[in-house]
């Protein structure tokens, strides 16, 4: 993948006000408009296997599978409009018929728009560590994002997440691993990139610059 967008875009007034619908799309709008939920045909005009990236940032790994994989739909959700805007640029730029964000909380999409076994797999990269104790609660991968994730996803669908976080990843670790519907597998290998746009996402790219190792979990979902 050629380096050919530039990470410290930021948005100008007159962007900040454009229409990027479908690339950009708040979900407080969308449960609006379609309270019974929305089915991923209606979101991507096809049947393509779905994957989800939750908490997807500037958009870099929803950008580069997207390309990648074109028999496959991406989904960024992104609690930061101006984050999930700025990663449907990209997607605006190359006219994406894959890839699409939508802006707000990953729970409300998973209870409120999407529907059990719909989803291939579900991504969640460097979710936010919330260092103090009395905001644990907050981390997004927790007991009812699994039940939710294990509900949403089809038989044989994965659960990708990384972090630079041991802590939180040995939390995810105890949550997946002891649970009877998901296998654990070989943690992907790391790779050596070959541009500062090959990276799996831009806080991998942040955190290998700076030296520090990075978790990689894979689990498949076995019945
Ligand atoms: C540390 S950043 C990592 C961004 C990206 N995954 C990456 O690796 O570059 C975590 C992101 O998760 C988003 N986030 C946190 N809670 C969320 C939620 N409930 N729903 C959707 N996004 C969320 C934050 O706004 C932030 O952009």
Known sequence: ????????????????????????????????????????????????????????????????????????????????????????????KVASSNGRIFGGDVMVAFRKLFSPGTVSAIHVYFPDPWWKRRHRSRRVFNVNFLDRTNELLIPGGFVHSWTDVEEYFEGICALMDNHPDFEKLPAPEERIPQNDMDYQTSFERKKRKLGLPIYRGLWRKVR
């Open 1 to 92: 993948m050629s380096p050919e967008i530039d990470e410290t875009e930021v948005e100008t007034e007159v962007e900040m006000r454009q229409d990027l619908r479908p690339w950009f799309q708040a979900i407080d709008d969308l449960v609006a408009a379609h309270p019974q939920g929305l089915s991923f045909p209606e979101i991507f005009g096809n049947d393509k296997p779905v994957e989800i990236d939750v908490g997807c940032g500037r958009g870099l790994f929803v950008h580069s599978a997207s390309r990648r994989n074109p028999d496959r739909n991406y989904l960024g959700i992104e609690l930061d409009y101006k984050e999930g805007r700025r990663a449907s640029r990209r997607l605006v």
